[in-house]
């Protein structure tokens, strides 16, 4: 049986990108910069020939499969499961207010030791990239010799690169960066295991996307 192959794309620029303000589940739209850039990856990937298109539930991740869905004339199927970590404590803060009353966990936590990090109040990092690594999984396995589009977020992919990388958590950090908006990147299924191939490719774009989460 021929291999899912698999492209995972992040969301395009958020208004709380723009806002600088952690999201997880808060539930904010892209804003108008990021409705550019989905149309641009849209555009760019407009030969692959997707065959099912699936999208976390929120709106960032939704509207950003939305020009790929008018494309093919596909449906997009969303799922909680392809969420963003669950930030808890810091749900829709802005950045400066996390490194001025989180400083230890924002900094040391968050940035340094990333994948060995639970956020107050919310999902651990390996937690929500384990809760992603089995909804793909599963998409994946329901899809072979298929190719299917995947829209979600920053975290999670990273993590997810991270497993299927052997990436150990406590190296995440330094050694899997964060996917940058509307960058996509390309895995294969064989029936076992991912196959990693081309990580965060942002080529398509004039300058390099925004990178907060």
């Not at 899912?4 to 395009?12: A, F, M, N």
């Not at 997810?160 to 990436?167: G, K, Q, T």
């Amino acid at each position: 049986m021929k291999n899912c192959k698999i492209y995972l794309i992040r969301h395009g620029q958020s208004l709380g990108n723009l806002n600088r303000l952690y999201l997880g589940h808060t539930n904010l739209d892209l804003s108008e910069e990021g409705y550019r850039q989905a149309e641009i990856t849209a555009d760019f990937l407009k030969d692959v020939d997707f065959d099912l298109i699936y999208s976390s539930d929120l709106l960032r991740a939704h509207n950003t499969a939305v020009p790929h869905a008018k494309m093919r004339n596909l449906d997009i199927i969303d799922s909680i499961e392809l969420r963003e970590i669950y930030l808890g404590d810091w749900e829709n803060k802005e950045i400066e207010y996390l490194i001025e009353n989180h400083y230890n966990d924002f900094v040391i936590g968050w940035k340094d030791n990333f994948g060995t990090f639970t956020v107050p109040g919310g999902e651990s990092v390996i937690g929500a990239g384990k809760r992603f690594f089995n909804k793909v999984s599963e998409i994946a396995k329901l899809n072979m010799g298929k190719t299917v589009l995947i829209t979600a977020h920053a975290a999670v992919i990273r993590v997810f690169w991270a497993l299927i990388s052997n990436v150990k958590p406590e190296n995440i950090a330094t050694e899997v960066q964060f996917p940058t908006n509307a960058s996509y990147s390309i895995i294969e299924f064989d029936e076992e295991k991912f196959i990693p191939g081309e990580y965060s490719c942002d080529s398509h774009f004039n300058s390099k996307p925004i990178q907060t989460v």
